[in-house]
């Protein structure tokens, strides 16, 4: 039985699917996503971006994702993304409660360079809990496709980088899309990885919350720039029958989220720079904003499990 | 002034194409332009990056295996074409951008 603030959290607000979508454009303090039953619900943070009355994460375990800090970018999109990646780790390091783990959905770098890693690194030392990393692309440019952040992170993980663990009775999973780029078609995750993903799953009970973590979405959010995963709805065939599934991606820089049957699909914004939303524009690069609104497109998810009854909440707040 | 010796080299690069060495191909907004480029054996094809996002440019011919390393803002790359064929390369960041070298023998 979950405490009396669980029961508020799920119960709060009664706003319908159109609500939840206008929402999920919205780029102001920040949103709090509630999952009852599969049916997603959502509500804005008050202007100070603190949780409303009632409402707590404490003495509940939860995590938080933060990803595309693209260290080494230096372009007008945002010159000081180290800064914006401190900021956010600020933001993490004020939340009422602390983090039970961390998990970076990749593009940690830029360009991959050696020096790129270590300032990332450097600057990740301020995270209030362990972190879970997947690369990005951007993170496997350096000669060996990839060593560098493998020496560095790909202690203990399976074939080119996944694997998975659990903690406070979540499964978590990290899966590797960033090494399969095939001409005029979207990435992939491959034979051998939908195999052990097939395998981890055998021993994991239908009842068992799943957290699955990749860095380009898994589902197709815009397939003319690349923003899906071809073999993507093999791995989610192989999730469709466990009871709470949320599948965390990054790479689009945007908060973009879908609920299918009992899988949330759910994109993080960057802590680096925005991109636009699919088709809006030209190309899907670097979107330059003016200077004193870029703060407003950028920052992290806080994801809280409700033990026993499944749904998660996806807080998700921007740096001011 | 300037601007007319600008106009004036412009219009001897772009009248005098069978006499070039080299050719250019230009990165902007996550396309190759021109998309398709045709090019007599022993031309020079650089590559340049004018967007915010890196590239790379890379052939998937193994009779003449060109593979640029990450190509951030303005960093070019160059390779020279000695075989006649047609070459595909694409950018394995976005490996929806897609381009094409046609090249010709002899000159």
């Known amino acids: ?320 | 002034m300037k601007t007319m010796y600008a106009l004036a080299i412009c219009t001897l690069m772009l009248s005098a194409p069978a006499y070039a060495e080299d050719s250019q191909i230009s990165i902007k907004d996550h396309l190759f332009t021109p998309s398709t480029l045709t090019i007599s054996t022993g031309t020079k094809v650089t590559w340049t990056n004018h967007d915010q996002d890196p590239h790379t440019v890379v052939g998937r011919s193994t009779q003449q295996p060109f593979h640029s390393s990450a190509l951030d803002t303005n960093d070019t790359y160059s390779y020279t074409f000695t075989e006649p064929g047609t070459y595909q390369y694409f950018c394995t960041l976005h490996p929806m951008m897609v381009g094409k070298i046609i090249v010709t023998a002899g000159k």
Request: glycine share 10%.
């Open chain 1, 1 to 320: 039985m979950e405490n009396e603030s669980d029961q508020k959290l799920i119960n709060l607000g009664n706003q319908n699917r159109r609500d939840f979508l206008k929402c999920s454009a919205w780029a102001g303090a920040g949103v709090l996503w509630m999952l009852s039953g599969g049916i997603p619900k959502a509500f804005a943070l008050d202007a100070a971006g603190k949780l409303p009355e009632g409402v707590s994460l404490a003495g509940n375990f939860h995590f938080v994702q933060i990803s595309d800090s693209h260290i080494g970018f230096n372009k007008e999109a945002n010159p000081e993304p180290i800064k914006t990646l401190q900021e956010a780790i600020g933001r993490i390091n004020a939340l009422p409660s602390k983090p039970s783990l961390i998990l970076h959905t990749g593009d940690i770098t830029h360009l991959s360079k050696p020096e790129q890693f270590d300032t990332a690194a450097e600057i990740l030392k301020g995270l209030p809990a362990p972190v879970h990393y997947v690369p990005g692309e951007h993170d496997t440019l350096d000669e060996g496709g990839g060593k560098l952040f493998l020496d560095r992170y790909g202690k203990g993980t399976k074939g080119t980088g996944w694997y998975s663990f659990d903690d406070h009775g979540v499964h978590f999973i990290a899966l590797i899309n960033v090494l399969n780029f095939k001409q005029g078609s979207m990435t992939s995750l491959g034979d051998e990885q939908l195999k052990w993903l097939a395998d981890d799953l055998r021993a994991v009970k239908t009842s068992t919350p799943i957290v699955v973590f990749a860095h380009i979405p898994l589902w197709t959010v815009y397939e003319p720039w690349g923003w899906g995963t071809a073999d993507g709805a093999q791995a989610i065939a192989l999730l469709r029958k466990y009871g709470s599934v949320t599948i965390l991606n990054g790479h689009i820089h945007q908060v973009i989220q879908k609920v299918e049957g009992n899988i949330t699909f759910h994109t993080a914004r960057g802590t680096a720079y925005p991109q636009p939303a699919p088709g809006a524009a030209a190309a899907p690069g670097p979107m330059t904003v003016p200077a004193d609104q870029l703060r407003s497109y950028l920052g992290i998810t806080d994801v809280k499990t409700v033990q026993g009854n499944h749904p998660l909440a996806l807080v998700d707040s921007t740096l001011v």
